[in-house]
C-alpha cells in the first residue's frame, strides 16, 4: 500500500496501519524469531546503542513484528481523533507480555511512593490485587470508590492531594458496570491528574477513551484484539509521544515484559476483523439479552445495551455498540448455575473472554470459589450468576444452546 494514501475506514486502517513493507517481500509482516540484531560495522552498533540511529537491538527492547502490532493499534485507537490544533491525533503504543504487565508498566512509570491511583470498586481482579496489595508493598495506596458517582469521585480527589493517578475500566470486569469517561476525565485533569483506562471490553471499535482527552489507554490483547484466544497479551498506549519513548519504554525494558513476536503475530492478524467481529458480537449479544430477559428460569440480565440497565445512558454515550459482555442471574443460585454449566453443549465453559466462540463462566464455582459468599456479593456476584462472552456463530445456535441449558 502507498504510504500516502489515505486509510477512511476502520476496517481499512484495521487491515493495513501499520503495515511497512518488507525487505523480503513477505506478504504478511513475519515472525521475527530472533533475540538480538546485527550491525554492518561496530560504529551501527554505537549510533544504535546511543539513539542516533533507529534500528533493533535486542528483542526485549523492540522487534519489527512487536512494531507492525504496535503502529496498528495506536492508528485505531486514534482512528479519526484530531489533536488541539486539528491535526490527526498520533499515539504511541507498546506492546508487552500481557495486560497485567501493561498496567503494572502504566503504573510503576507513573507513581512513586506515597502517590495514590484512584480507581472504581469493579475491576479485574489482577489489577485489584495489584494496586490493593502489591503496590502498597513499594509506598503506592488506592481509593476505591463508586466512580458512577462524579460527586464522591471529585470529594475524594479534592480531599486527597496524593491521588496522581485515575484508572477507569469501563465496562469492567466482573459487573460490566460502566463509568462516563468524559466527565472523570474533566474532573480529574482540573485536578491534574494522570487519566489511564483499560479499554479491553470494549476495543477501539466501540470506543475511544483519547477523544475524551485521556493520557493512557491500555489493554489486554488477549481478548477481543486478537479475537481467536491464540495467545496472551497486552498493550500501553500513550498521547505524550517523548513520555512513551523514554519513560515508558525505559519502565517496560527495564521489567521485562515484553511481547514475543508469534503472539505478535497472532495479534497483528486477529485485529484485521475487528470491526467484522465486533459488529457480529454486538449483535448477537442484544438478541441473547432480548431471549434471556423474557426466560422463566433467568432472575435478571445484566447487559448495557438494555434500556432499564442503570448504566444504559454512559454506557450508549461512549460506546458504538453495548458490546459482547454480559452477565445474567439464574434463579437456582449455585447448583442452578453448576447444573447450567454442564448442561451446555455448543458454547464453552471458560473463563476468558472476546474469542470467536461464545464463552461462559459461573464466577460462584469458578473464578470467586474461594472468595466468602458475603464478600462477593458485595460486588454482584451472586450465588447463580453467570458471566457470558458473547461470540461470533449463529445467534439461533447460541439460544438454542442456552435454552436446552436452562430447562
Ligand atoms: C479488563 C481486563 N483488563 C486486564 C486484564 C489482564 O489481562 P491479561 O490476562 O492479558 O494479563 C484482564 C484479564 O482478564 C481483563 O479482563
Request: net charge negative.
Amino acid at each position: 500500500m502507498d504510504k500516502d494514501f489515505p486509510l477512511s475506514g476502520f476496517s481499512s486502517a484495521a487491515v493495513h496501519a501499520g503495515h511497512e513493507q518488507d525487505p523480503m517481500y513477505s506478504h504478511l509482516t513475519p515472525i521475527y524469531a530472533a533475540s538480538t540484531f546485527v550491525y554492518d560495522e561496530a560504529e551501527q552498533g554505537m549510533r544504535r546503542f546511543s539513539g542516533k540511529e533507529e534500528g533493533y537491538i535486542y528483542s526485549r527492547w523492540g522487534n519489527p513484528t512487536f512494531s507492525e502490532a504496535e503502529r496498528k493499534i495506536a492508528a485505531l485507537e486514534s482512528y479519526s481523533i484530531t489533536d488541539k490544533s486539528g491535526n490527526p491525533l498520533e499515539l504511541k503504543a507498546l506492546l508487552q507480555a500481557s495486560g497485567m504487565a501493561a498496567i503494572t508498566t502504566l503504573m510503576l512509570m507513573n507513581l512513586k511512593a506515597g502517590d495514590k491511583v484512584l480507581s472504581h470498586y469493579s475491576l479485574y481482579g489482577g489489577t485489584e490485587e495489584l494496586i490493593t496489595n502489591l503496590l502498597p508493598r513499594l509506598g503506592i495506596q488506592s481509593v476505591i470508590v463508586d466512580l458512577r458517582d462524579l460527586n464522591k469521585a471529585e470529594d475524594a480527589i479534592k480531599n486527597d492531594p496524593a491521588i496522581k493517578m485515575l484508572y477507569l475500566e469501563t465496562p469492567a470486569n466482573p459487573t460490566i458496570q460502566c463509568v462516563d469517561i468524559e466527565e472523570l476525565t474533566y474532573i480529574a485533569k482540573k485536578n491534574k491528574l494522570t487519566v489511564a483506562c483499560d479499554n479491553t471490553f470494549a476495543t477501539p471499535y466501540l470506543q475511544q477513551p483519547f477523544q475524551y482527552g485521556v493520557d493512557f489507554v491500555i489493554h489486554s490483547t488477549t481478548k477481543f484484539l486478537n479475537g481467536h484466544g491464540t495467545s496472551i497479551g497486552g498493550v500501553l498506549i500513550g498521547r505524550d509521544i517523548e513520555l512513551m519513548k523514554s519513560k515508558a519504554y525505559g519502565t517496560l525494558k527495564t521489567l521485562g515484559g515484553n511481547a514475543n513476536p508469534f503472539d505478535a503475530f497472532l495479534l497483528i492478524n486477529g485485529i484485521k476483523t475487528l470491526e467484522l467481529r465486533m459488529e457480529r458480537h454486538c449483535h448477537n449479544a442484544m438478541e441473547v439479552a432480548h431471549f434471556l430477559e423474557q426466560h422463566p428460569a433467568v432472575l435478571k440480565v445484566n447487559y448495557n445495551g438494555l434500556s432499564e440497565h442503570p448504566d444504559h445512558f454512559v454506557a450508549m454515550k461512549q460506546m458504538k455498540h453495548p458490546g459482547a459482555m454480559m452477565s445474567f442471574e439464574l434463579k437456582g443460585g449455585i447448583q442452578g448455575g453448576i447444573t447450567f454449566m454442564n448442561k451446555l453443549k455448543m458454547c464453552t465453559r471458560t473463563v476468558s473472554l472476546g474469542t470467536c466462540d461464545t464463552l461462559l463462566c459461573h464466577p460462584a464455582s469458578m473464578t470467586h470459589y474461594s472468595v466468602p459468599r458475603e464478600a462477593r456479593e458485595k460486588y454482584g456476584i451472586t450465588d447463580g450468576l453467570i458471566r457470558m462472552s458473547v461470540g461470533i456463530e449463529n445467534v439461533q445456535d447460541i439460544i438454542i444452546d442456552l435454552d436446552q441449558a436452562l430447562r
